[in-house]
């Protein structure tokens, strides 16, 4: 029996922990970028222990880049801050 799965990729929180894991800070911005149908297809070959002997499908992988809502928020709350502060 197989089971369809789908992948959904925190690329940004993906591509920093591979930064930090990997990588020096001074090497280049492509250091760390990945694949991520490899990476799908990688953690679908995966057989988690309690499965025994189900297979997994990749159906999809989703990528999600970029900030939320409150991480742009928080930013324009900053932003409006540091400009009151330099009024001052």
């Known amino acids: 029996m197989s089971d369809r799965m789908v992948l959904f990729i925190d690329a ?4 920093k922990g591979a930064r930090t894991a990997f990588f020096d800070i001074h090497d280049l911005h492509t250091c760390g970028q990945f694949d991520p149908l490899r ?15 189900h297979t997994r499908t990749l159906a999809e992988v989703r990528v999600y880049w970029g900030a939320t ?3 742009e928020r928080s930013q324009d709350i900053r932003s409006s801050q540091e400009a009151e502060c330099s009024l001052a």
């Open 39 to 53: 990476l799908g297809k990688l953690v679908c070959s995966k057989q988690p222990f309690s499965r025994g002997k």
């Open 12 to 15: 940004q929180n993906i591509y």
């Open 69 to 71: 809502e409150f991480q």
